[in-house]
């Protein structure tokens, strides 16, 4: 039986001369809620690699709270998560968030550990442009508007 995120569980236990015992025991999960996929438009901005794989990677979260660029696991709330491309060892747990404000997609650099550049340029802050090489560490992409 499951009341919100505790679940009520009843055990037959089974001790030393043949005695039974029933007991309820509640567990607490610790399971965060599934996100709900975002729809991804024509003018979502996303990220090309620039190693194999080359995959599109949308940032469908722009428009909300953000994108959460790193390697850390979804469930831990990354929403970008970069583990498939050469260097993705620089690349920290909770590396940077790209995010919508004031009308501009802006990268912000969480702390990590090897940065966020843009054209080469360390940056903890900035405004991003259509075309301009967006890199996690040493993961590069290059920024697509829409």
Do not use: C
Not at 50 to 62: F, Y
Not at 79 to 88: E, M, N, S
Request: proline letters at 5%.
């Amino acid at each position: 039986m499951t009341m919100g995120n505790i679940v009520i569980a009843s055990i037959l236990l089974l001790t030393i001369g043949s005695v039974f015992a029933l007991t309820t025991v509640a567990i607490y999960l610790f399971s965060r809620k599934p996100q709900q996929a975002q729809a991804v438009s024509k003018n979502t901005p996303w990220l090309e690699p620039v190693t194999s794989p080359k995959r599109k990677l949308p940032l469908a979260g722009v428009n909300g709270r953000g994108d959460v660029i790193g390697r850390a696991m979804p469930a831990e709330g990354v929403t970008v998560r970069i583990t498939d491309w050469a260097g993705w060892e620089t690349v920290s747990r909770f590396h940077a968030r790209i995010y919508r404000e004031n009308g501009y997609i802006v990268v912000r650099d969480l702390d990590s550990q090897n940065g966020v550049y843009i054209n080469g340029q360390r940056t903890p802050l900035n405004a991003l442009r259509e075309g301009v090489k967006l890199a996690f560490g040493s993961v590069e992409f290059i920024y697509h508007a829409s």
